[in-house]
């Protein structure tokens, strides 16, 4: 089967996909397709809501869906390092052993990551790197595919711990989830009211997602579209030549190179679920707000001017 073969096969997948994830999810359209196209790129995604709007039943059925393992970690206060990567035990033999924790599967739901202290935060930095834990000096790694789903509440609710830095710029995406519409709200109530939850049929398997990330990663791009991210990054850097005024008014930081990366490896898989084979310049900025929202700072000034992450980033198009 030639490439073109795949990602038609792949696209065809994909819309019959989205159908079976409707029968349980009602509207967030965009949230599904950007939390796709991280399991298609294989990267991990931030969903930012408040209580309520189903994140969690939204990355469980996802992971049905796609026929992974999915394991989820509920964030607390107290949950330590250990109970999310795993310990050693001393077994019957005398000799320690090491005891997995759930970070062990394909997809985890990382709910309300920011109710936990960064310490505990830490734990997941390895693993969502490098793909595999070191306890004890000694290197566990993880099977592909593997994907850290995270939830989180606002920041501004009592009760939360900021993610660092070096920990969200491994998120791909930060999306942010939206109270539904009047009409959604209402098929939500009919829906989970009747006492029937319907059944979610697998449409892949690990080996297909591995097959489909390594086709994404060999679709071309023009030098144009990769200068055009390229450029959109250095632009939200306050320092950098390119930064427009508005930008040096209202950002502290901008983002890193690990963005331009993102904003390319994203647009690939973008064009093809919207049925193209390379992506273009609107591609990028399809998906731009959401891969470079959590990786600048803004300031006082424009906190105190009321102007939000999306208004600096859409300033930039």
Do not use: C
Not at 164 to 186: C, G, H, K, N, W
Not at 245 to 255: F, M, T
Not at 263 to 278: C, D, N, Q, T
Not at 306 to 317: R, V, W
């Amino acid at each position: 089967m030639s490439d073109v073969e795949a990602l038609k096969k792949l696209i065809n997948k994909y819309h019959t996909l989205k159908q079976e994830i409707a029968k349980r999810i009602v509207g967030q359209t965009e949230a599904i397709d950007y939390l796709l196209i991280s399991i298609l790129t294989g990267k991990h995604s931030l969903l930012i809501g408040v209580p309520g709007l189903a994140k969690t039943l939204l990355v469980n059925t996802i992971a049905e869906a796609v026929g992974l393992d999915f394991k989820r970690i509920q964030f607390t206060p107290d949950l330590m390092p250990s109970d999310i990567i795993g310990s050693e035990i001393l077994g019957e033999n005398r000799q320690f052993k090491f005891l997995k924790g759930p970070i062990f599967s394909n997809i985890i739901l990382a709910d309300e990551i920011n109710r936990t202290p960064p310490k505990t935060q830490a734990a997941l930095l390895e693993a969502m790197q490098e793909h595999s834990v070191t306890v004890a000096g000694v290197r566990h790694f993880i099977t592909k595919p593997f994907f850290v789903l995270a939830t989180q509440n606002p920041i501004e609710q009592e009760g939360t711990y900021p993610l660092p830095e070096a920990q969200l710029d491994r998120f791909i995406f930060s999306i942010v989830l939206d109270y539904p519409t009047f009409e959604e709200e209402i098929d939500i109530v009919k829906s989970t009211t009747k006492g029937v939850q319907k059944e979610i049929k697998p449409l892949f398997n690990s080996q297909e997602i591995l097959e489909y990330q390594h086709l994404i990663s060999k679709i071309p791009v023009a030098d144009n579209v990769v200068e055009y991210a390229v450029k959109l990054v250095s632009k939200t850097r306050p320092k950098s030549k390119k930064a427009p005024k508005k930008i040096k008014e209202y950002l502290d930081w901008g983002a890193g190179p690990r963005a331009s990366q993102n904003l390319i490896i994203a647009a690939k898989a973008y064009a093809v679920i919207k049925g193209k084979y390379s992506p273009d310049i609107e591609d990028v900025q399809a998906i731009a707000t959401s891969v470079l929202r959590h990786r600048i700072i803004r300031n006082y000034k424009a906190e105190a001017d009321g102007i939000t992450e999306e208004q600096i980033i859409k300033s930039l198009f």
